[in-house]
């Protein structure tokens, strides 16, 4: 299979990098198109695919093929290649608050057979999350194939499309909220005296770690908090202060405006 990516930036190389730890495509069955030097370049070298400046050749070439431009330029490169359009081609599109409805009139309200994706950057290392939303145009086998792409790069599901603005505030730009408390949890150690390198790695295996066990217990995380909460011990003078501060406040009101900005953003 050959997978085409329109826009070869962060996400889509993160995409690709997964795609290629998998097994699932060689670098050399991965096209891109990027109209600049430096989205061509990064891409040969993070992860030896070769991108052309044409879009129209992934179209040529592919049959399931990522939009993975910013929102904004979603217009133009639409505009570029809807009268290249084949029955065999799948569009899988990760804009942020790019609804289905807004492709369809795009595209000239055809049957262009579209699938609504939100992933996250850690596809890279196989561990994304992605939410996919086919639309009428898509077959249940294409829908599968689009579902076993995306599981290449970590895991997928089938979500109602008016959920999605939630999903990028959630899984879609959570990692950034983590890595802010990785660094934020490694300059506590680095005051208390740890080597900057090894903070990183205290701090990144004990998410890694508590994530796993919220996956892999299927306890509530309130419970998990409660084990290590020792009666008149540390951690509970922690989860004290980190209350006070408002930390689960803060938290739920980061990722409601982000859900609030990917509903703004609708083409
Ligand atoms: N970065 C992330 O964590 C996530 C991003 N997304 C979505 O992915 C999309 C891309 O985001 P990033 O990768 O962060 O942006 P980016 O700016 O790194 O990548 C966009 C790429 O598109 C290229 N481009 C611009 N005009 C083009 C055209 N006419 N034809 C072909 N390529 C063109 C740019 O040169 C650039 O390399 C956005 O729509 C965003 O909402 C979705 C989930 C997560
Ligand atoms: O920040 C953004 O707009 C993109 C969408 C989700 C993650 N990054």
Redesign the pocket.
Known sequence: MRIGF???????NAMMGGIISAGVCKPEDIVG????EF?RNKTKEQNGVEVTDN?LDVLEKCDYIFL????Q?YA??IEGIKDHVKDNHVFIS???GVTLDYLGKAFGDKSVKLVRV????PAQVGEGMSAACPNEFVSEEETKTTLSILAAFGKAEIIPENLFDVVTGVS?SGPAYVFLFIEALADAAVVGGMPRRQAYEFAAQTVYGAAKMVMETGKHPGELKDMVCSPAGTTIAAVRTLEANNFRSAVIEGANAATEKSAAMRG
Request: proline share 14%.
């Open positions: 329109i826009g070869t930036g962060v996400m889509a198109a990027d109209p600049t989205g879009n993975t431009v910013k929102p330029y133009p490169v990760i804009g942020a939100m992933p996250n950057t879609g």
